[in-house]
């Protein structure tokens, strides 16, 4: 999927993907906006791959 | 950072029976980490258990008839139409005003309802922020009035996750089967998109509060698991038969997730407080997950309403919150009070909760103030009511009519404002009705029952309206108010107020109304025979009502009956059965311990005492059912306390406790041998009570007193007679003390015939001595013969089994009821031992009386039908 990203709370890893997770839900504000950072990005790289 | 903070999670019906198996297998391990480190227990809801009410009697510590908040929905202002219900409804000072008053700061995130968000200080997220259109298309601003300081809006926009954000990521651990489902028919995964990103948004959004703001009280309110039951509760485990297999595989496992997932939550949030904060974690009510589940909604729901349970969870830790420990009798007027205390507050005396004092290691003792509402300065409420100028309510208004909270409004807005003005007056009655104050329900029902509404015509079914009126039961002709749900709670208050006549009034009226109207039938027809004194005809009737559907207040009522004919095995099985079918209903449980004391289980009764208490705490005929067994078991220093929590529990003076607690302390500090169960002392405004089986020397009594100088009450309008002929010292209300009994209190200091029969019917507000007349049953037996002109020297056997009972009867009521003193005095020693049986008598009357007189009086060639 590409831009993996990952939040680490204390012992906890959270793996960002583009899907997404119960986890980041759950881990609140910063995990959404990691996820929709990532989101942001996997869709940036899309277009730039469509418009090549 | 801010010390000694408290942090109010709601957990919209979070139920200890899907709690407690998640919790054994370490699947909800941050509300197992917060309860060993604190207290839980039960927190019982009220009536009705609409939650917008609910979560505001949680707030304010009052009821909805103070608070103002009376259901989903509301009218606008100018008849404009109806909406969800906002904070404009609430007419008094929540929580966060008062803090605001006292300068603390204050976060709300989600709380229903809150928009238009109030100005206190810190920052209030309003249950509007999360509503968000599900078409993706569409654009979903914020509106004014969603988030106090407004100056935050730019900052939080971002953390509403929508619908359409939702993934397979998210929703495979919920619904594995999810690709199974067909979309175009069935459209529960949209619900579950729905619920999900609206719960993450409050989420989200509480977690950026938590740790970007500096707050004293926080409160963040989720709907997640209350809006998944509603969807998906049907299909959890064990399976339920009418649900198809297929489904059942689907969706089998999404209201568990929905624990697990709250369960992150919390984990998260417990991470972003310290040590010093105390947290609350708490539902409003229950939910039905057993065999009780509701498939198909019946049009009018009963009271304590269907799927909502009566008892919610309560979990607390922090510093001066115990550890690990299991509290009991909360209820969510408590919580206000309690928070209040928490921040050294006084709590305003026209709250209807009080302090829970006992989830404190070191309680504070409470203040209070007569009421917050009096207080004048800035409690950071609106000036004036605000409006936003855009209300886009639709999608907020489907969700709750999917959701089954309400019915589809109807199309014709003048029908639909009247609609929703009946169904907020239905509620405040209801909500009356709960408090038990049955005068002013009974106002508001009869108000609605005299209204003439317009009725629905042939017209309204060709609109696009139609389908909606066919689906709710209506038809053209029919009013386009259904009275039934009137009908059904004044039936209820008139059997409340033992008036019979009138219950079976409204019965035939509803059975008129609605033919289908069968199961509450038999429960309440039951009541009115109960009351009409023809209890075997109602344990008739419950018989069959239990072979066709056995409930447990089916057998509650059979017990109550038995309980009543002073059967008590037979009531003891029926409360028994009762239990097995609903294990946390406070009733039974209270009963059976009731039922156990008569027949001398007296530890089993406090047992079950116990349990009624643990399972409601403002249950005074528990407590005082408690003090019964313990005074039994010879604890007489807890069954005062038990007495006294009795007596001190609103709204009804326990005049039973009162008189018990006052015995005890009678034995505790003037212990005496008692005969005859009595103290042989006057009683401040006694009543002496004469009385016995039908002619067994009852008016030589009254006779007696009179003589001596205790005034008689009786209105001579039975004459004396060949039988009686120094007359029958007669009142003629005695005869219907079973319907009314508030005339008692003209009989202080006065002496009263009551026969045997009738004197259970005695309130317990007084003090009473009777003497009770004993005389050979063949003898009474015999002058009853005589008297209506029968042979005298043939005598039924029935009416000596009949006879026998009253007298085992009265055994049990003596031992009882502990307004009574009692002395039995044989007729035969009225007339061969006066002296003594006045010496008897004056002692135990307590008071100077002129004995010789009552020597005197006694005329033994009045004894006659000598056996």
Known sequence: MGNKVSLQNKNQVYEVTVEGSLGLLAYGDIGLRAWRKVKQSHKQHNDKNETK | MKQNKVLLIGWDAADWKIIWPLIAKGEMPALKKLMSKGVYGNISTMNPPYSPMLWSSVATGKTPDKHGVLGFVEVMPQLKGIRPVTANSRKVRAIWNILHYKGYKSNLVGWWPSFPAEPINGVVVSDKFQKVHKNPKKKNPIQKGTIHPESLVKSLQDLRMFPHEVTAAHILPCIPKASEINQEKDIRLQSFAKILAENASVHATSTNLMRNTEWDFMAVYYDLIDHFCHTFMKFHPPKLKEVPLNLYEIYKDAVVSAYKIQDMMLERTMQLVDDDTTIIVMSDHGFESGHRRIL???????????????????????????????????????????????????????????????????????????????????????????????LDNEQTMQQLVDLGYIEKPDENLEIAILKTKCDLKHNLARVYLGKKDYEHSKLLLLELINTKFPKYQESDFKTKNAENLIKQGFKAGDSVIDTIPFYIDLLSISLNENNFDKAQLYLEKLKALDKKYEVTTFISQAKILVGKRKPHDALKLLEVAKDRKANAEVWLQIGIIYRRLSHFEKAKEAFQNAINIEVDRAKPHQALAETLIRLGDYETAAEHALTAIELVKYFPEAHYTLGEALEKLGDLENAKIAYDTAISLKPKKHHRAEKAKENIEDKVFNPIEVRDKSKFKYQKDQIVIVSGLPRSGTSVMMQMLQKGGIEVLIDYNRKPDQSNPKGYYEYDPVMALHKDNSWLGKAQNKSLKVVAPLLKYLSPKYRYKVIFMNRDLSEVVKSQQKMIGKNPDVLPIHLFEAYNKHLRQVEVWKNKEPSIELVYINYKDVLDNTEDVVEKVTSFIGVDMKKEAMVECVDKSLYRNKS
């Open chain 2, 296 to 390: 198909k909604m019946p049009k009018y729901p009963a009271a304590p309403a269907l799927e909502h349970r009566q008892f919610g969870i309560f979990v607390a830790a922090g510093p001066n919150i115990k550890q690990n420990e299991k509290i009991y009798g909360l209820g969510l007027i408590d919580i206000a009070p309690t928070i209040l205390n928490m921040f050294d507050l006084p709590v305003g005396e026209d709250m209807d909760g009080k302090v829970a004092l006992d989830i404190f290691k070191q309680p504070k003792e409470p203040k209070y103030i007569d009421s917050w509402e009096n207080v004048k300065g800035d409690f950071g409420q609106h000036k004036k009511i605000v409006e936003s100028d855009v």
